[in-house]
């Protein structure tokens, strides 16, 4: 199938062409004709499948259809997204696809200042890309009003209720009309996020794009057993070996993150890390010093990495194994995005040899083990020193999980 033949306008056709894109993904294939259709859409697609484009699209034309030309911009279209990164993201790809259109945009997230945001939104925008909290913020304001939305998006709502937002949604689907046309996309669809779409989707198409919670196909996973204290040295042997020039690692805690990072500095690898206590410019410098290839390794925690798009990104490291299989999913997913090949690789200790039994089960796949491996795990029990070590990481992570739940239900 090709773009024309989604019956979308020539503006946005050209768009596509000078974003070098050449023909829809499956989810594009499925989405975009519903939503030009005026269905409320379920959709459970992960990111890399070009699920943004999906939605962003068919908005964009149906806007620019009815309101292309009018004077004043009316609020049409609102696109919520639980993370600053994908907020930036979805705006970004927004307004390539909208180059040739009179469809206005903006987007709007916490941790920066608001005038920039107020002032855009005081020119008019017929789309708002928006974090629940600044949205419900600048609305308290009297800056935003809801009330001539015509299309809703819920982008990754099963992050959103990790996170803590689903007050917060709640609070902005009281101030939505009823009616109205809903898209509801997941990466997973666990029992709680499925109620909720129950809740907001009238009669919904279902779109699916690969089974839930199962990985990218496109994507090889490998998996590394060793001891916790052998994990750096272990990683930078894969860094050294495998000729790695772009690749995101995951690490579990900011600490952690940090840590890492001056430890590959320091063995000469170009490199930067971004968490959530990193300033907002600070996470957007490092995202594009990555990018532009100008590091070659961005060391992450998972809410920071949400919304990482790179289209060529081809390695994703996990440094720990996520408690969470989910997490997995998520993280490997930054992977072989829109069909390109991309490589896993996890690295585990026997602690979290549990996770990886998980992971497994969940994907229905083994990882593969790779048997060249100079630090394989042993059973040896940790030395004193290692324990004490260790010990002291466990309280670490446990604050910060919890200074993390209380700043999100802030
Ligand atoms: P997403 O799943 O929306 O995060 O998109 C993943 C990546 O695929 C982004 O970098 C998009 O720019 C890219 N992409 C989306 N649609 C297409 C397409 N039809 N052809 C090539 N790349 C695409």
Redesign the pocket.
Known sequence: MQFEDLHLMPEILKA?KL???????PI?EKVIPFILDKNDVLGC?Q????????FAIPIIQRIQKIEGGHDKPVLRSLILTPTRELAI?IDD?IKAYSKFTDVKHAVIFGGVKQHEQVRKLKQGIHILVATPGRLLDLISQGYIDLSTIKIFVLDEADRMLDMGFINDVKKILKLLPQERQTLFFSATMPEDIRKLSKKILVDPKRVEVSPPSSTAEAIEQYIYYTNKPDKKKLLLHILKNKDMDHVLIFSRTKHGADKLARFLKKNGFKVAAIHGDKAQNQRQKALQLFKSGDIQALVATDIAARGI???QLKYVINLDIPNEAETYVHRIGRSG??GKAGIAISISDPEENAYVKDIEKLIKQKLSTVKDNPFPQTDKPMTAEEKKEWNKEKQRRKKEFFANRKKQRR
Not at 47 to 54: M, S, V
């Open positions: 596509l974003r070098k894109y050449e023909k829809p993904t594009q697609a990111t890399g499948t070009g699920k943004t484009a999906a993201q790809n798009d790179i289209i995005r829109a």
